[in-house]
Every structure is written in structure tokens, then in C-alpha cells.
């Protein structure tokens, strides 16, 4: 590649046109809904995002200041929640598993462009939290990641590899530090 051709980047189709026209009503009345909700309103938030096409099982708790990109991009599983601040860049999926934790302030992004390619086509990689899984304050997990069953992606951590089930992450990049060791609750 001897030189980047933005051109064609702006010019490619990167949506349809129901898919512009479902993001534009998200960005101009539905994040503005599900933002002005007062916080224990959760069950207004989940049946706002099912209309919007995401798959909310009971139970989910999502705060009103997560920003969600592309609703029906989005597959939250029971009794996971989704704290303050978080960013879900979705262009591609986004699955948060049972009883998984993003706390406030992360940042889960499931698009990129490959920049191998000099018109830098758009990716919407897919992103999987796994249930049980905690991605802590402030973390970033990149496109394509998976984040194992019950591990911790630790505060401040930026995943852009997959983490495997159990493993405790921290850093940038994050790096194993440890195992989660799974007690019996009280």
C-alpha cells in the first residue's frame, strides 16, 4: 500500500438504508428516552432497547447514561448489568453474558477499519462477554475480543486479545496477573 484512499472509505456503503434510517430514530428520540429515565427504571430501559431490536433477557440492569451505537447489535443475557458512562461502540455485536458486569465507565468496542487496505474499509467485529465475566472501571476491550467465562478484565485494562475463562487481566496491554478463584456465595 503505497498511499490511503480516504475517498473511497467516505464513499462505500458501509449501512443500508433501514439500518441508517434505525440509527438515526435511536440517536434523535430513543437514546434521549433511555437517558431521561430516572435509574430504577429498568424494566423501561430493556423494553426500549426490544423495540429498538436488542435481545434483553430479565433481570438486566442498564444504567440511563450507557451509550449504546446500534441497539439491535446488542445480546445481554439475564441479570447482567451495565453500569454508568459505559460506551457500547456496537457496530457489531455486542453479547454480555449471565450474571456478567461492564462497570462504569468502560468501553466495549466492536468496530475498527482494517488498515491494510488502503481505502480502510469499515470491520464490525463481534465482542462476547461471557457470563460471570467482569470488565471493571474504565477498561477497553477491543473489536473481535472475548472476554472468558468469570474472568476480570481489571480497571484500566485494555483487552485487544481474547481472555480466557477464570484469568484476572490488568495493564495495557492487559496481561494475566492471576486466577479467579470461584467460592460458594453465603
Same mark, same amino acid.
Given at each position: 500500500m503505497s498511499e490511503l484512499d480516504i475517498a473511497a472509505n467516505r464513499a462505500a456503503r458501509k449501512w443500508t438504508t433501514g439500518e441508517l434510517l434505525g440509527r438515526a430514530l435511536w440517536e434523535t428520540g430513543g437514546q434521549l428516552l433511555f437517558a431521561l429515565t430516572p435509574r430504577p427504571f429498568w424494566g423501561w430501559r430493556r423494553q426500549l432497547l426490544r423495540l429498538f431490536g436488542a435481545r434483553i433477557a430479565k433481570g438486566v440492569h442498564l444504567h440511563p447514561r450507557v451509550r449504546i451505537t446500534v441497539p439491535w447489535n446488542l445480546d445481554i443475557a439475564e441479570y447482567a448489568a451495565v453500569g454508568e458512562d459505559v !460506551? %457500547?461502540?456496537? %457496530?457489531?455485536? *455486542?453479547?454480555? $453474558?449471565?450474571a456478567a458486569t461492564v462497570s462504569q465507565g468502560a468501553h466495549l468496542c466492536a468496530g475498527t477499519h482494517d488498515y491494510r487496505k488502503a481505502d480502510l474499509p469499515l470491520v464490525k467485529a463481534t465482542i462476547r462477554i461471557e457470563g460471570g465475566?467482569? *470488565?471493571?472501571a474504565d477498561a477497553f476491550i477491543g473489536p473481535g475480543v472475548? *472476554? $472468558?467465562?468469570?474472568?476480570?478484565v481489571g480497571a484500566r485494562a485494555v483487552a485487544v486479545r481474547d481472555v480466557a475463562p477464570y484469568a484476572i487481566m490488568a495493564g495495557n496491554p492487559a !496481561?494475566?496477573?492471576? %486466577? !479467579?478463584e470461584m467460592r460458594g456465595g453465603a
Open positions: !460506551r %457500547l461502540y456496537n %457496530l457489531g455485536l *455486542v453479547s454480555i $453474558g449471565a465475566a467482569w *470488565v471493571c472475548t *472476554v $472468558g467465562d468469570h474472568a476480570i !496481561r494475566q496477573i492471576g %486466577l !479467579r
